[in-house]
């Protein structure tokens, strides 16, 4: 967490949305995150998207586990209701306040290692559950607060910084979120503004779980093998009684290329991504199309971004449980103790 905070004056001229929010409304603190993430570019992403859609940020609860990703909540939406959770446990939290209150919007903020190792079965449950919420994983194939091992989504024969390659295979958190009965599932790039914001806000609207894949760039492991002002070559040869860092400015990474059109992204240790915009006339209301997909463009080395799945009849876990409309906390006495009458009769139902 940062407590570093932004000046609350700004100009009176700023543009307001229906509700008469500025844009400043919805910014949260001033980020610690190394110059150029493009987990602050999704921040971004996410501020635009709320005041585009008029949304009233004390509606809005974010909750989040451990990580660089996970901090980025407190980068966003000040106003808001937050969390921040133990790692990898953010869905179960992001439940129990879903089913206490129904009326907030929820947005889950998780990063590859979050959801895909220590809380990978808690990623899987609360799919399969139909939480109605936006889960958000900032995808950087890297545990870049343990400095840049390869996370569970790393492609396989990737390159890390320190010359290793990865031999494991990756895990699609789109493709399994789609098998598992995520009704929105899409994947983007968190140097395409014009992409992501609309992918955001169709996210936010939707009525069931919600899931966002958004590649963003790790620029921390940028330094290559063999530089003499690496981090690697300088710790080997420091005697220094303690350790310090230092991450080097870079400009933030951004595209803007056609939909059905192929885009190749240089990152700023020299890798590449090959980015694959879905074509306007693609149909996301099959899961075995969209699996289908998904497969032929990893066959090509290429990442499928858009809009992937989409249920056309959404459910959530309320639904499926037919809870109370009713947020817990306004429930009176009558409501939560019924008496013993109501009591033997749900006890007879099971004689």
């Known amino acids: ?29 001033i980020s610690t995150l190394c110059a150029g993430c493009g987990h602050d570019s999704i921040s971004a992403a996410v501020i635009q998207a709320c005041f585009e859609l008029d ?17 980025t909540p407190d980068y966003f939406l000040g106003q808001s209701h937050g969390f921040n959770a133990v790692h990898g446990r953010m869905p179960s939290v992001l439940t129990g306040a879903n089913l206490a209150n129904r ?28 939480v109605n919420m936006v889960y958000i994983c900032e995808n950087n194939g890297v545990y870049g607060l343990t400095k840049g091992q390869f996370s569970a989504t790393a492609d396989k024969g990737s390159k890390a910084k320190s010359g290793a390659i990865n031999a494991d295979s990756p895990i699609d958190l789109v493709s399994l979120a789609i098998m598992l009965g995520a009704t929105f599932v899409a994947r983007g790039f968190s140097g395409d503004r014009k992409q992501l914001v609309p992918l955001i806000k169709a996210a936010i609207t939707h009525q069931g779980s919600a899931v966002l894949d958004i590649i963003s760039p790790c620029v921390t492991f940028n330094n290559h093998a063999g530089s003499t002002k690496s981090f690697d070559f300088v710790r080997a040869h420091n005697e220094a009684v303690n350790r310090l860092d230092y991450v080097p400015a870079e400009k933030e990474i951004t ?20 980015l694959a915009k879905l074509r306007s006339d693609y149909d996301p209301s ?29 459910e959530d876990l309320h639904g499926h449980l037919n809870t109370i409309d009713a947020p817990l906390n306004r429930l009176g006495q009558d409501e939560l103790c019924p008496g013993a009458d109501a009591l033997e009769a749900v006890n007879a139902e099971y004689r």
Request: with cysteine; net charge positive; aromatic share 6%.
């Open 55 to 71: 949304i009233e940020p004390h509606r809005v609860a974010k909750l989040s586990g451990i990580g660089c990703s996970s901090k």
């Open 286 to 314: 099959s899961r075995v199309a969209a699996l289908a997909h998904l497969q032929d463009r990893q066959e090509a080395g290429e990442i499928a971004t858009g809009l992937l799945f989409l249920d056309p009849k959404p």
């Open 103 to 130: 009326e907030l919007i929820y947005l889950g903020v998780s990063g590859d290692g979050d959801s895909a190792s220590i809380g990978f079965g808690q990623f899987v449950h609360c799919l399969r559950r139909g």
């Open 1 to 29: 967490m940062t407590y570093i905070t932004k000046p609350k004056l700004h100009h009176p001229g700023l543009a307001t949305n229906k509700l008469g929010f500025t844009h400043r409304d919805y910014e949260g603190r």
């Open 255 to 274: 595209v803007d290329y056609k939909e059905g059109s192929t885009e190749i992204v240089r990152q700023h240790d020299g890798s590449v991504l090959k």
